[in-house]
């Protein structure tokens, strides 16, 4: 059966319905703008679990995020109350973008994954901060 252009074509299917020949052609989606940000790629895996008795968490806190810092070469350890207040504060604040994320087992427990920039990670610590602002080494160390 020959068809002319501009004609609508249908597909008989097995159980005698009409699809549109369109439902079959995959659409293609828009292309993602492309980050312009300058530096170096980094991507930050963030894990996330249930606030546990024994942590030392605000008392609104239900979940605790986790990721490797480079440049203080330690895990970062941060309380939330909620998934949303912590990925609002990796995007907002940090600038970063939110690439993946997925649910794992247990309660309050997922795998984000965000792409931020070598960049990202230089600037002062949080201790470094606060001495700045003219905090003393003790109360520094009660505030962290």
Request: glycine residues 4%; aromatic residues 6%.
């Amino acid at each position: 059966m020959a068809c002319r252009l501009g004609e609508r074509l249908s597909l008989k299917v097995a159980d005698s319905t009409r699809l549109p020949a369109s439902a079959l052609i995959p659409r293609e989606e828009p292309a993602e703008a492309p980050n312009v940000r300058p530096g170096r790629l980094h991507l930050v895996v963030v894990v996330t679990r249930e606030v546990g008795r024994k942590d030392k968490a605000p008392a609104n806190a239900l979940l605790m995020t986790r990721f490797w810092h480079p440049r203080d070469h330690r895990w970062s350890e941060n309380f939330f109350e909620s998934l949303e207040h912590a990925v609002r504060l990796f995007v907002d604040e940090s600038g970063w973008v939110l690439r993946q994320q997925q649910a794992l087992d247990g309660s309050h427990a997922y795998e984000l994954v965000f792409e931020a920039r070598r960049e990202d990670f230089t600037g002062p610590s949080t201790r470094q901060i606060l001495e700045q602002v003219g905090l003393d080494p003790s109360e520094v160390e009660r505030k962290l």
